[in-house]
């Protein structure tokens, strides 16, 4: 199963846009859900993550601009991103993540990524 991005589109600099990602509630349910992106030449980097009981985490490139959230009764985790920059335009991906006590890491379930959704941001 591949989870599927939706809410892209063209904003202008300054604009917001609300990403969202249904997953099935047997993934949705028992992990934290994040969100990617990956922008033109560059690798895919973490945005934000948030745990099942709704604890955010957030990149410094995003705080206080981007707010991450889930709906446990439909089974979904939406991205606000206000104040838009140019330097956010990106494809942005959805995915389900588990902590590594081990390592003390997040690790991303990689058979879920999907196509992802492009976020293009004008100046």
């Known amino acids: 199963v591949q989870l599927q991005a939706s809410g892209g589109g063209l904003v202008q600099a300054g604009g917001s846009l609300r990403l969202s990602c249904a997953a099935p509630?047997?993934?949705?349910?028992?992990?934290?859900m994040g969100w990617y992106r990956q922008a033109p030449g560059k690798q895919r980097e973490w945005v934000a993550h948030?745990?099942?009981?709704?604890?955010?985490m957030y990149a410094d490139s995003v705080n206080d601009r981007f707010t991450i959230s889930r709906d446990n009764a439909k089974n979904t985790v939406y991205l606000q991103m206000n104040s838009l920059k140019p330097e956010d335009t990106a494809v942005y991906y959805c995915?389900?993540?588990?902590?590594?006590?081990?390592?003390?890491?997040?690790?991303?379930?990689?058979?879920?990524w999907g196509q992802g959704t492009l976020v293009t941001v004008s100046s």
């Open positions: 995915v389900p993540i588990k902590y590594n006590p081990y390592r003390s890491t997040y690790d991303t379930l990689d058979d879920y």
């Open positions: 948030i745990t099942t009981s709704g604890s955010p």
């Open positions: 509630i047997i993934i949705f349910s028992k992990n934290i």
